[in-house]
Structure formats: C-alpha cells, structure tokens
C-alpha cells in the first residue's frame, strides 16, 4: 500500500506553498494558499496512509479566511436589537440578511468554535469530523424496533453547524412538500412563495432552469470528480426501468447525480456562503464558544439569553427579538429549560412553567437508511487517503477528496398507486460501515433505501435541567402501529437488490458483502430484516419539534412566533411542520431567509 509523508512549505509571504510528497517538489499550489493562509515555515505535515485521515490533525486558518469578524469582548449590560442562538444553517444565513442594510445590530451565538479547520472545507472528510470538537456528538435512547440499538446523530457544532458538517447534498425536496406546509402553516409557506427564497439561496453552476437561483449565496455545483461507479449506478438505474434526470425538478421523478453545496471542490456551508461575507459589518457580533443556557424573560416577554462563555455566565439584552435557530435537538431543549413546554415535564425538573405549550420536542421525524454494502475490486473512495489524492485536491481541488460520498441517488414508490414517491435511494461508491465511524475495510459500494415520510413520530425531552446536559433523544423509529414505515422500508431494500441485479452493477461486484459480512448466503428478506435492524441509521434530517402551524396547538405560529411568548421567534429545521421528500439543509437555509424578511418587515 502506498504511504507517505505530505508537507507544505511556504518559501515566503509572497508566493503560495509548495508540495513536498515524500521528498519530491511537486511545485506551487495556489489553491492551497486560500486553505492554509497563515505564512509559516511548516504550515502542515501529515503522515498519510489508508488508515489514517489527511485531515486529523488540520491546519490553522488565518484571520483573513475565517468566516466572520469573532468578537469576544462580551461586556456587562450588552444590548443589540435582535440575538441570534445558533450559527446553522438557518442561524447564519439570518444573521446576515439582518444586517446587510446596517439598520439592526444582531449578536449571532454559537456554542461551538470558528470553522477554521481543514476538515470542515474538505468535501470527503466530513465523517473525520464525527464525534470530534466540531460535533455535538448525540446517541438516541435504545430503539425497540431497531435490535434495541442507539443511533448515533452527528450534529454540526461549529459556525456553519450542520452545513458545516454534512454530506453536502443539495436535494431541496418537492413542490408538493411545500404546498402541504402551506395548508398547514398558510400560503406564505407554499412552492410559489418559497420560491424567490430558493433562489436567493443558490448560486447554481450549469442550470439555465428558471427554477434555479444562479446568484444566490450558496454555490450548488455538480460534482467535480465522481467516480466511475456512479455512472455504473446511474446505467444501473435505467436498465432497471428508471428515469435519469436532471436533479432538482419540481416532481422529480428518477434518478440523478447529485448536486452539490461546494465551490470549486471545497464545501460551501452557511459559514462561507453567508458568515464571511458579512464578517466586517460593525452591526454583527459573532460570539463562538457561547453556550447558552436560557432565554431571559420579563413576564411572557423575550428580553434576551443567558450564556456561558469562558466560564462565565454573561447577559445579553435584545432590544427587539430573540430567533432560536439551535436545531431539532437543541431549540427545544432550550425551550424547556426557559420555561417553555410541556408543564408537566417542566415541574418535574423542577423548571418554572411560563408557557406550557404540550408539543415543544414533540413531532420529531427523521430519514432513516439501510444499506447494502457489497464488495468491489478497486476504485472506490477507500483510495481518497491516499498521498496522491490529497495533492491532486491541493494541486487541482480535483480527486476523490472533492466527493460528497454519497454522489448519486433517485426517487421511487413502494406501491406504484401512490401520486409521490416515499422512498429515495442513495448511492455511495464506498463501503459506508458502522454510521461512518470507521474507515471503510476494504472496497465495496453502498446502495441505501431512505424512509422519505415516516409515519413514526419521537421527542426530544429534557435529561436534566442542566443546560449543559444532553438531552433525551428517541425519534422512536419504526414504531407506528400499523407497521407501514418498516413496510416501506423493506420494500426499498428490494429495490436495491434489483438494482444490484443489473448487468451494470454486477459488471462491478460478484455481490459479497462487506457488511453485514456473509450476508450474501441469507435469503433476501432475511437479509434485508437483519440489514434494517443491525444497521439501518439517521440520514441525519431531524426536524419538527418546535412545529409551525396556523392551530392553536402549534409551538410557533406562521410568522415564526413562540405561542405565548412575546419577542421570541424559532428559525430552523424544528418548525417543519412535516419533514420533506429530500434533505433539510436547503430548507433550513430558505427558513432562514423567510425569518429575515419576518423580522426585518415588524422591525
């Protein structure tokens, strides 16, 4: 196996790095100059070898590239017209809109760090970046229908959050699913009225679709390098009768190559696209490191949050509004710790009730997938550790450390009577083994069927009232009564196996498993019953716990208010009133940008 030792050397302030491979001047890299920018005499040496990621010990990133103005000088008695908790998805791209025109002062807290590490920008090291700082690390309580298992849940704990960690799928999901927001939240949550938000959001390479932002501030680009396999998937997908098709229709219909939230093979998270832009705006605070505890209320009034920074519990005063933008997991935990929630649950953490709102942390649906994961000869991303990928991505950003892992996926019905697909199927050209924990054990593929509408329902609900304390997680998967979403799933199994039965994948594989080891001898519902309840995992899209609605029952209203509670808004993924037929992360951004317009038209 071929090792090596990687060193970049900048000669002076002037000139880019150089690449030293095992000796070799392999010349100057310009690419590298923006990703490792301080200047200094050794700026990374990594000793790579198949087992050992490029990116685990990442570089420094200078000021000048960090991804907004950090300012740490929180002082007693800080006031600023709107606070921001959370800098995610939705959290980052508000507090930008916010405060392009200068008229509102915003402070954007985020409990995590800058996203200065390399590893935050390489495309294909997103699973290096699981259970580390950048991580809030989460494991569900024990699933009854899942073998009794804890799921992992990654959650993006960095400026960006999320964005900042995912697989950079760029899948807004169906019109319809917007509509059917509307008839639940009001028509300002429909396709047609989402739509000029889209594309505000997008910057889409290669489209001339009106139905494609193209100047937005996300860049959305096809994948720079996929690999060979993925074509053989795609081939696959129409010898098994299925459409290929351009990705992001309205109706989408078949299947496609992913698009992807990166610019120019380096990942485009809300940090960078929205963050560093706005970085020198007097008007915006950005305080990473800032935990925070609760929301301060006057009576039923928001008047700010308390948060832990340094060790330090500090103040922050909102003069107008206080946007939760924590995420499915955390905005209802914070919720609940400031009073805010099911009464009784709250009295039993013997937490003052302001507002008992019944539903907060209720309504928890996610995507769950299971895959088969069989063997090929070589190829796949299992080779992206090599020295020779990472200077062809310093050299180039080209390589197999621009993929996204999972670089091609389609849309099916498990009955065909059904008007919407209900399933999605993944493509990754890697063996994706234990929740992407571990590195791959040799090479294999990955096809995966994804439960899009899960009519299984969990909550989040509070461990303790120690803000600082993880709370209980259970999405309670598979666990509706009449059994459909473990009959979906299974029936998305089945597909994969038929797609693993076309020429063009056998061309690929003689169809051994890699995990679960031996499982090519089972029979295939056998197989696929203990695929689901060994391994099946989140695709990591939890959503609906602080749910929108124009019912009386529901935690924040169409215009995003908390019900009850004055000067307090929700702005994330925990608002979906019904989890979408795609991946959240381009929904969280719109909901974002809709909360900017919400704020901005009552300011």
């Known amino acids: 196996m071929m090792t090596g030792v990687v060193s970049l050397i900048a000669r002076s302030e002037n000139t880019p790095p150089v690449l030293i491979l095992n000796g070799t001047d392999l010349g100057a890299l310009p690419h590298a100059a923006a990703a490792f920018s301080r200047p200094q005499r050794l700026l990374r040496r990594t000793s790579c070898s198949p087992d050992c990621p490029v990116t685990q010990r990442p570089a420094s990133v200078g000021p000048d590239e960090g991804s907004a103005r950090v300012r740490d000088d929180a002082r007693p008695g800080e006031a600023y017209d709107v606070i921001v908790v959370g800098a995610g998805s939705a959290g980052a791209a508000l507090a930008a809109r916010l405060t392009e025109s200068g008229r509102l002062t915003v402070l954007l807290l985020e409990a995590g760090g800058p996203d200065k590490d390399t590893s935050l920008h390489v495309p294909a090291a997103f699973s290096t970046l699981f259970r580390s700082d950048h991580d809030w690390s989460y494991d569900t309580e024990p699933q009854e229908h899942l073998g009794g298992r804890s799921v992992y849940w990654p959650r993006g704990k960095v400026l960006g959050g999320s964005s900042s960690l995912n697989a950079m799928m760029w899948v807004r999901g169906f019109a319809a699913d917007y509509d059917e927001w509307a008839a639940l939240a009001g028509p300002q949550w429909s396709w047609e009225a989402l739509r000029p938000l889209f594309l505000r959001v997008e910057r889409t390479v290669g489209t001339a679709d009106s139905d494609h932002g193209t100047d937005g501030a996300v860049s959305v680009e096809p994948q720079r390098d996929p ?263 299974l029936a998305g199994m ?90 959240t992360n381009a929904a969280a951004i719109v909901i974002g940008e809709r909360a900017a317009e919400l704020l901005l038209a009552s300011s």
């Open 494 to 583: 089945r597909v994969c196996e038929d797609l693993l039965a076309t020429p063009a994948l056998r061309a690929l594989t003689d169809g051994t498993y890699v995990g679960p080891e031996g499982a090519e001898s089972l029979a295939p519902d056998e197989r696929a019953a203990l695929i689901v309840d060994g391994f099946a995992h989140t695709l990591y899209h939890p959503t609906g716990t602080a749910r929108m609605g124009a019912d009386d029952g529901s935690v924040v209203d169409p215009d995003l208010r908390v019900r009850g509670i004055e000067g307090l808004r929700v702005a994330d993924a925990s608002v979906m009133p019904q989890i979408i037929r795609g991946h």
């Open 227 to 489: 690999r060979p396999h993925t074509a053989a998937f795609l081939r696959a997908a129409r010898e098994a009768g299925y459409p290929v098709e351009t990705a992001n229709a309205l109706q989408p219909e078949g299947f496609t190559q992913t698009m992807v939230s990166q610019r120019r093979g380096a990942r485009s998270s809300t940090a960078t696209a929205y963050l560093k832009p706005a970085r020198r705006r007097r008007n915006l605070t950005v305080r990473p490191g800032a935990h925070v505890n609760r929301v301060v209320l006057d009576g039923r009034r928001a008047t700010g949050v308390d948060y832990l920074l340094d060790g330090r519990t500090r103040t922050a005063t909102a003069r107008h509004e206080v946007v939760l933008c924590g995420g499915a997991v955390n905005t209802p935990q914070l919720l609940m710790l400031s009073g805010i929630g099911p009464a009784d649950r709250l009295r039993q953490h013997e937490i003052d009730v302001v507002a008992d709102l019944p539903e907060v942390g209720r309504n928890l649906r996610d995507h769950l997938i299971s895959g088969h994961i069989v063997r090929v000869d070589a190829g796949s991303l299992a080779d992206a550790k090599r020295p020779r990928e990472l200077a062809r991505y310093l050299a180039r950003r080209r390589g197999m450390l621009t993929s996204n892992v999972a670089e091609a996926y389609g849309f099916v019905r498990s009955d065909p009577s059904l008007a919407l697909p209900d399933l999605e199927i993944l493509f990754a050209p890697v063996a994706y083994v234990g929740e992407g924990l571990v590195p791959p054990p040799r090479h294999g593929i990955t096809v995966g069927a994804i439960l899009l509408r899960p009519h299984s329902t969990g909550a989040i609900t509070l461990r303790s009232p120690d803000p600082t304390a993880k709370p209980l997680i259970d999405p309670r998967y598979l666990s509706d009564e009449g059994g459909h979403d473990r009959r979906t799933l």
